[in-house]
C-alpha cells in the first residue's frame, strides 16, 4: 500500500486535475441556460434522470427556450430535419436505441449482436458498474465525430456516446435507463455536462459530515472553496479526533474552521458518544463499557464508555467544555447516543450495555441480573423468557432518553458562554424500520420531543437496513416525523453515501442519477439534507448535486424576464447585475442570482448595487439595494455569515449601531451575524457622485 503522504499527495492531483476538467467542460455550454425537459417517447425512468437533476416538466408545448427532449431512435414525433434545426439552436436531443431517426444522426445498426452485463464509464473508468440481468443487444457504430461516455467492460462495445451540434447536442444511448433511472447508466447527466448542458439551479443548503483522517494533508483553502460550490453549508467534524490537545492537529483544525468561515461554511463539532476519544479509552480503562459476554466494548472503529457512571459523565462534560474553548465551533451535534448493536440481542459480542452500573440499577429494580438473559447455565436464558427480556429492553431505551436528555442539557448550557452556537441531534430513524428500538435502544418519538423543547434540530438517519431501498422512502419518512412536531422547520435528514452490505446494482455506493435522486427527493420532503461523508462524495457527482438539492417549483421566460417560483432557497444562473420585481438586488455573485423562497420576476439591470451580498449562510427572508448598502432580514438556527464584496462602514442590528466581528480582504468580507431572527443594515462609502439608486 502507498505511504500516507503519496496517497494525500495522490488525492489532491486527481482531485486538481478533475476540477480542470470541469473547467474546461464549463467552457462547452449551451448558449442559453435550459430549464425543461419533454420526454416525447422512451423510457419513462428518463423523467427521473433529469428530474433528479432539478429540470421541471415541460407542460406548455409552446414554450419559450430551448429544453432537453427524449425520443426513442426509431421515433417518427419529428422529422430529422425538424429536429437538427431545434438542436442547432441550442436544444439538447437524448436518442434512445437505434432506427432510422438514430440513423440520420450518425448511430447505425451493425447487424451483430453483444450481451451487456458489465459496464465502463468515462466520468468514473475504475468504478464497477454491473447490470442485475445481463442483456443482449444490438451492437452500433457511431458517428466519427461521436464523444463515447459509456461502453461494455470487454468488448468495448458503445453503450453511450453524443456529440455537439451547433449551439445544442446530442446524445445517443443503445437502451433506456432501466428501473430507477440508473439501473443501466449511472452517468447520463454527466455525459450532457459533457455536451455543454449546465446544472439549472443552485441550493447551499447541505450539512456534511467530516472525517479529517480523509483530509489531512490538503489544501484547506482550496477544499473549504470546492464544498461551498458543492453546496456544503455547514461540516460537522469529528471531535472525537481534537478531544485532547495535539498541537499539529490543533492546527489544522484551526485553519480548517477560519477557510470554512472565509468560504461561508460554518463548522459544528461532531460527538459520536458514548464513543469520547482514543486517548480517553486509554485513560480511563474503569468506565469502559461491557458487552453482554462482559468484554470491553470496542466495535468496529467506536470505543464505548460507560457515560452512565455519574464520574465519567461530568469528566466528559468537562473535556468537553475545554473543546469548546480551544476552537471557535459555530455549533454542536450530538449523534447515535444509544447503545450497540444492529444485530440486537441476538448478538451478545455487541450487545450493550453491560457495565456493573447499569446491571446493579436494573437488578434493585426487577430483582435479577439481566446478564442471566445472556448466559447459558442460567434458567432465564434457556427459557429466554419473553418478559423478562422485554423488561431489560425496555430499561435500555428509558436509559439511552436519559442519557440523551443530560447531554442536550448540557449542550443548551454551553449556550451561556458561546450564544451563537447552533445545536443539533442526530437519531437513527426507528419510524421505517422499527426493529431499531430493540436492536439499539432508540425511541424517536420520545428522542424527538425533548429535541424539540431544546431547540434542536433533528436530523433523521437512515438506518443501514434499508440503504439499499429508493429515494420514495424519504417522503414517507418525512410524513411520519412531520406528525410528530410543532416545527418541522427543525427537522432534517441524512443520507449515508457508502459502500452498502446488500446486493445492490449497479454500483456498491450511491452515485450518479442513484445520488442525486436520493438527494432531490429528500430535499423535497425534509427542510434540510446532511450526508455522510464529504469525502465519499465521488467527483462526477460534484458539478449536479447543489441542483439535485434546489426545489423549484417554475421557470417561465417572457418578454419581461424570467418569472421563478421556488419552494425554498435556491439560485439561478444569470450574468451580471439584476432587478428582482423591478428593484436592484443585491444576492448575486455575477454567475448566480440567490433568492429567498416565494414567486419572482427577473430582469437583467444596467448597474450593480453598492454592495453585493455574494454568499449568505443562514436563511435570509428579505433584501434590498439601498442608495449606500443593502438591507437584509434573515432566521438562523446558529450564527449566519454574510459575505459582501465591499468592507462595510457601518452596520445596524435590529435598528442599532454595533460593533459585528468582519474579516476578509479586498473584494470579499464576512460578516458574523448573531442566531436568531434579525434585521441587518449595512451601509459602505459611496465613491463621489453617489449611488445610481439615490438618483
Not at 420526454?39 to 406548455?60: H, I
Not at 473508468?125 to 463515447?148: G, M, V, Y
Not at 456498491?508 to 439534507?529: D, I, M, W, Y
Amino acid at each position: 500500500m502507498p505511504s500516507a503522504v503519496s496517497r494525500w499527495v495522490l488525492l489532491l492531483i486527481t482531485t486538481v486535475c478533475f476540477d480542470a476538467s470541469l473547467h474546461h467542460l464549463a467552457g462547452l455550454q449551451v448558449d442559453q441556460d435550459i430549464y425543461h425537459f419533454r420526454v416525447l417517447a422512451g423510457d419513462p425512468e428518463w423523467d427521473t434522470v433529469l428530474s433528479s437533476a432539478g429540470f421541471l416538466r415541460a407542460r406548455d408545448p409552446e414554450l419559450q427556450g430551448p429544453m432537453l427532449l427524449v425520443l426513442r431512435g426509431d421515433s417518427r414525433e419529428l422529422s430529422p430535419e425538424v429536429l437538427r434545426n431545434r438542436v442547432g439552436q441550442g436544444w439538447m436531443v437524448i436518442l434512445e436505441g437505434l432506427g432510422s431517426l438514430a440513423e440520420a444522426f450518425g448511430f447505425r445498426d451493425t447487424g451483430k449482436r453483444v450481451t451487456i452485463r458489465s459496464v465502463r464509464d468515462l466520468h468514473d473508468p475504475k468504478l464497477d458498474i454491473l447490470w442485475e440481468r445481463a442483456a443482449e443487444l444490438p451492437l452500433a457504430s457511431l458517428p466519427t465525430e461521436a464523444q463515447l461516455f459509456s461502453w461494455e467492460r470487454w468488448t468495448h462495445a458503445p453503450l453511450v456516446a453524443g456529440y455537439r451540434l451547433g449551439q445544442g447536442g446530442v446524445l445517443w444511448t443503445l437502451c433506456g435507463p432501466g428501473r430507477g433511472g440508473f439501473e443501466r447508466f449511472p452517468y447520463l447527466l454527466q455525459a450532457l455536462a459533457g455536451l455543454g448542458l449546465q446544472p439549472p439551479f443552485r441550493s447551499r443548503a447541505l450539512w456534511a459530515f467530516f472525517d479529517p483522517s480523509y483530509r489531512l494533508r490538503v489544501d484547506l483553502e482550496y477544499f473549504a472553496r470546492r464544498w461551498r460550490q458543492i453546496g456544503i453549508a455547514a461540516l460537522h467534524v469529528a471531535a472525537w479526533q481534537f478531544w485532547e490537545p495535539d498541537p499539529q492537529r490543533d492546527v489544522f483544525l484551526e485553519r480548517l474552521i477560519r477557510e470554512c468561515h472565509r468560504a461561508g461554511i460554518l463548522v459544528y463539532a461532531w460527538l459520536e458518544f458514548p464513543h469520547v476519544s482514543e486517548r480517553f479509552w486509554e485513560r480511563f480503562p474503569q468506565w469502559r463499557e461491557k458487552t453482554a459476554l462482559l468484554q470491553d466494548a470496542h466495535l468496529d472503529w467506536r470505543k464505548l464508555m460507560n457515560l452512565a457512571d455519574r464520574d465519567c459523565f461530568e469528566t466528559v462534560a468537562r473535556d468537553l467544555e475545554r473543546l469548546m474553548e480551544r476552537f471557535d465551533w459555530d455549533g454542536v451535534n450530538l449523534a447515535e447516543l444509544y447503545f450497540e448493536s444492529l444485530e440486537g440481542y441476538s448478538s451478545p459480542a455487541r450487545f450493550t450495555p453491560m457495565n456493573d452500573g447499569v446491571r446493579k440499577e436494573f437488578r434493585e429494580r426487577h430483582g435479577f441480573d439481566p446478564l442471566e438473559l445472556f448466559q447459558p447455565e442460567q434458567p432465564r436464558y434457556h427459557a429466554r423468557s419473553p418478559e423478562s427480556l422485554r423488561l431489560f429492553l425496555e430499561f435500555r431505551v428509558e436509559l439511552a432518553l436519559r442519557l440523551q436528555r443530560a447531554w442536550m442539557e448540557r449542550l443548551v448550557r454551553l449556550r451561556d458562554r458561546w450564544p451563537h452556537l447552533g445545536l443539533a441531534l442526530t437519531h437513527v430513524d426507528d419510524r421505517f424500520d422499527n426493529t431499531m428500538r430493540d436492536k439499539i435502544g432508540a425511541d424517536a418519538a420520545a428522542t424527538l420531543a425533548q429535541a424539540e423543547a431544546m431547540g434542536f434540530t433533528f436530523i433523521v438517519e437512515d438506518p443501514a437496513t434499508i440503504w439499499h431501498l429508493g429515494p420514495e422512502r424519504y417522503r414517507k419518512l418525512a410524513s411520519a416525523y412531520r406528525s410528530l412536531v410543532q416545527r418541522p422547520d427543525r427537522l432534517a435528514v441524512d443520507i449515508n453515501i457508502v459502500e452498502r452490505y446488500q446486493d445492490v446494482y449497479p454500483t456498491k455506493q450511491q452515485t450518479g442519477t442513484e445520488l442525486l435522486s436520493l438527494l432531490h427527493v429528500a430535499a423535497q420532503a425534509f427542510p434540510r439534507v446532511a450526508v455522510y461523508a464529504e469525502h465519499s462524495i465521488r467527483r462526477p457527482d460534484v458539478r449536479w448535486i447543489p441542483s439535485a438539492l434546489a426545489v423549484v417549483r417554475r421557470v417561465e421566460r417572457g418578454s419581461t424576464g424570467v418569472a421563478v417560483e421556488l419552494e425554498r432557497p435556491a439560485g439561478v444562473r444569470w450574468k451580471g447585475p439584476v432587478r428582482v420585481d423591478g428593484r436592484e438586488w443585491p444576492w448575486e455573485d455575477g454567475e448566480v442570482v440567490w433568492l429567498p423562497a416565494g414567486r419572482y420576476t427577473l430582469s437583467h439591470s444596467s448597474a450593480p448595487p453598492p454592495v453585493r451580498l455574494l454568499d449568505f449562510n443562514g436563511l435570509l427572508l428579505t433584501a434590498a439595494a439601498t442608495a449606500d448598502g443593502i438591507e437584509f432580514s434573515y432566521e438562523a438556527e446558529a450564527r449566519a455569515l454574510a459575505i459582501l464584496d465591499r468592507k462595510p462602514s457601518s452596520v445596524e442590528l435590529d435598528g442599532s449601531l454595533t460593533q459585528l466581528r468582519i474579516e476578509g480582504d479586498e473584494g470579499r468580507w464576512v460578516l458574523f451575524l448573531p442566531r436568531g431572527q434579525h434585521l441587518v443594515s449595512v451601509r459602505v462609502a459611496v465613491p463621489a457622485g453617489g449611488s445610481r439608486l439615490a438618483e
